[in-house]
Structure formats: C-alpha cells, structure tokens
C-alpha cells in the first residue's frame, strides 16, 4: 500500500477488495466474503469482497501490506477499495454491505459502487447526514485512497434521526448519474499535473462547468466538456467571456470540431492573459 505505514493499516479491522481490479491470486487465500445482494445472485464472481483483517495474524498482516504494494506498483488501482474499523462481527456487516449495494428510486434499481473510492469520496457531499448514517451504520470509520494516491478516513456521524430507506431528491439522483464524467474530469485534472482538494466546493464548481459547456455552448464529448470545466475552474468564470475562447467555442459548435484540440494552441501564459484581462474589463463596468 503506497505510503502507508503499518499503524494505519493495523488499526482498521476490515477490508474490501474489488475482485475487477485486483487478481484473484492476490485475494484468493485471504478470508473472503462476497457480498451479494439477492437482486444481483447471478454476478456473484463480479461482487466486492469483504476481507477480514482482524481474523488474520499480525505477521499476515504485515504481509498482506508487501501484497498490496506490489499490486499497487502495477495497476492504478488500489488493492483495498476501502479500509473499515467496526465492532460488527463478519457476518453482521457483509449482510448490511450487501444490501447497501441495492439503490431504489421511483421507478428503478442501481447498483450504488459506494464501494468504489471513485464514488464513495462524492457520497460525502451528496447524501445528508441520516443517509450517510444509513449507509455506514455500525462503521466507527471508512478510509479510501483519492487518485492523488492518498488516504482519508471519514469517522462515521451517529444521528438521531433513523431512516429504514435510502430515498434520493431529483436533484441527488442527476448528480449520482454524472459521476462518471465528474471522474472523467478528475483524471483529466490530474493528468495535466493539477492538484486540487477533494471537497465539496471543488467538484460543484467542476459539475458547474461540465453543465455549463453542454447547456451553453454545445460541447458534447466528455473530454470538450472537461476541458472547459478545468479552464474555468482554473482561470475563473469570466474567461469563456473572452472573445478569442467565444471565437473557438462558436468554431467547435459550427463546425463539430474537437474544443479540446482548438485549445492545445493556447498557452498557460495566454490564458492567464485573458482571464486577467476579462476581470479588469468586469470591474469598469
């Protein structure tokens, strides 16, 4: 585990693995319970694995670490999608697990990847505290590494309030549907050599772009899309006002070309030029 010392990783008790990321010959002598909702029996082999640490000796362990580094040093994947301290007995918690797996609205069911680090890092600005209790109940904390290669630990938020069903607004539901492209822009954000926070403020403002390129100006692929939101995120809202970057989105409209490639013409310098010249022209007004 890249940058994890052994403290960390021994304080929690459990683990889970995604089996389409990690290869079996990694995970298959380790105590492993699939966790299966019945809606999804016939993916079985498909399903997260729970691994129980605390079952294991502290010299496996310490072992287990080494595995993990060695399958992180090949894969951009991490070995444990997640890292769980509870008091809740093995049984106990994949039963729970397993059912949270299911998400029900109106009219369907999905299958909710809270699993998945690229997805539970954004359940924690979008569901509210009671949904987030509801599905993390009996968990003390859940820790996950960010694509910056580095682990957070939320420590889980009791509430008063019980609910017996994760419901989502319209408004929960469009989001959770956007994911994908939001992590689409993350790694592009991250392959251009940009850091940034994981934080609530951070992925809105991204989400705030990615609308606005389609709605507003008629970028359709998820790269033209993305490509706007870094640049706004960047640069600041006004830059898109300049008449040079309306001239390339006008041109990307018109003549279906890629709004990513216009771009690769125009310098850091160039940009920072017309977002600082867009603000100056802002404030005499």
């Given at each position: 585990m890249l940058d994890v010392?052994?403290?960390?990783?021994?304080?929690h008790d459990f683990g889970i693995i995604n089996p389409l990321q990690v290869e079996e010959n990694l995970w298959a002598d380790l105590p492993a319970t699939p966790l299966v909702p019945s809606e999804l029996a016939d993916q079985a082999s498909f399903m997260p694995l729970l691994i129980d640490l605390k079952s294991l000796s502290l010299d496996a362990r310490i072992n287990l670490m080494g595995r993990a580094a060695e399958h992180e040093s090949n894969s951009i994947y991490p070995y444990f999608s997640a890292l769980l301290q509870?008091?809740?007995?093995?049984?106990?918690?994949?039963?729970?697990l397993a059912q949270r797996l299911i998400l029900r609205g109106p009219d369907k069911k999905v299958w909710l990847r809270y699993f998945d680090p690229r997805v539970f890092c954004h359940l924690l600005w979008l569901f509210n505290a009671e949904q987030l209790w509801f599905l993390l109940r009996d968990i003390q904390q859940w820790s996950w590494r960010d694509?910056?290669?580095?682990?957070?630990?939320?420590?889980?938020?009791?509430?008063?309030?019980?609910i017996s069903l994760l419901r989502l607004t319209p408004e929960q539901w469009q989001h959770l549907e956007k994911l994908g492209l939001l992590n689409h822009c993350l790694k592009m954000l991250l392959a251009a050599g940009h850091e940034y926070q994981l934080d609530k403020n951070t992925l809105l403002q991204l989400r705030k772009g990615l609308d606005e390129a389609k709605n507003q100006h008629g970028l359709i692929s998820d790269t033209d899309r993305s490509v706007f939101a870094i640049q706004q995120w960047r640069f600041g809202n006004q830059l898109h006002a300049h008449p040079h970057m309306q001239a390339l989105l006008g041109e990307a409209l018109k003549n279906k070309a890629s709004y990513e490639g216009l771009c690769r013409t125009i310098s850091e310098e160039t940009l920072h030029e017309f977002a600082n010249a867009m603000q100056q022209y802002q404030h005499k007004e």
């Open positions: 010392d052994h403290r960390f990783f021994l304080q509870t008091d809740c007995d093995t049984a106990q918690l994949a039963r729970q694509p910056q290669e580095s682990w957070h630990t939320y420590s889980v938020v009791k509430t008063d309030i019980s």
